[in-house]
């Protein structure tokens, strides 16, 4: 299958998506002709998957991935086609991380299996936060992301729900984690990118947003007491809450019908 023009290697399923599969199940060709000794296919991902752990995605190339596992970068197109393919097969590894083994450790009360899925995908997100800058809306579906979902579909069962609904709630659940991670990453990024911590960015402000509360413009915000943005609420378990909640009244209108 051709390499599309535009895989840049942020982009999910943008590369050679039959070698990504072939390299995800192990169905592909080993190389045979002059590998460097000691270097794997697995261990190609891992080091590349710490590359941008530590430095960031547009760090990660061909070329810095061959400098660090201390070979040419021709080497390495013998076990991967390239940046696009690379980042299919570090998608899977990182969604596998967190997996259970098997299906007897899923929980068996669906509320606890969807508070779960969302603190584990968050602790996933925080121990990656390269994964937020990928378009996934294609992935290619490794051993990983099919283990994923059939063990979320395994806590969720005992929903009720429809197959379409129960998708649904891991698309709900998930965007949700993403989207709080992402603002949890943002603020990192500002205050590295600028060098003024949260504390010292909104103490600039005051003076403006003093006056302004206090000009009769913006009762409502005027009126929010001083803890109203505190750094220590925690909106990720408020949410995840006021989602379960949600689903709860959605799983006993079923159970009533």
């Given at each position: 299958m051709?390499?599309?023009a535009r895989a840049d290697g942020t982009t999910t399923g943008s590369g050679d998506i039959g070698r990504s599969l072939e390299l995800l199940w192990g169905t592909g060709e080993r190389p045979s002709r002059g590998p460097k000794p000691g270097l794997t296919l697995d261990?190609?991902?891992t080091?590349?998957?710490g590359i941008a752990d530590a430095e960031g995605l547009d760090v990660l190339s061909m070329r810095s991935l061959a400098t660090e596992?201390?070979?040419g970068t021709m080497t390495l197109y013998r076990y991967v086609p390239g940046k696009a393919e690379l980042l299919d097969l570090m998608l899977d590894r990182v969604q596998g991380e967190p997996l259970a083994v098997d299906a007897s450790?899923?929980?068996g009360d669906w509320r606890v299996a969807v508070d779960v899925m969302a603190r584990t995908y968050l602790a996933t997100l925080r121990a990656h936060p390269?994964?937020?800058k990928i378009n996934q809306a294609r992935t290619v579906l490794g051993p990983s992301a099919l283990r994923g979902l059939e063990l979320a579909l395994t806590g969720l069962r005992g929903m009720g729900l429809t197959d379409p609904e129960l998708i649904g709630v891991i698309i709900t659940v998930n965007s949700f984690v993403e989207g709080l991670s992402r603002t949890e990453n943002h603020a990192v990024?500002?205050?590295r990118e600028t060098g003024l911590d949260d504390a010292a960015f909104w103490e600039g402000q005051r003076p403006y947003l003093e006056r302004a509360m206090l000009s009769g413009d913006y009762p409502h915000m005027a009126a929010l007491s001083e803890d109203a943005f505190a750094s220590d609420f925690d909106h990720f378990t408020f949410g995840l809450g006021r989602i379960i909640d949600g689903l709860e009244t959605l799983v006993r209108q079923r159970e009533e019908q």
């Open positions: 051709a390499k599309s261990r190609i991902v080091t590349a998957i596992l201390g070979t450790e899923v929980p390269w994964l937020l990024e500002a205050a």
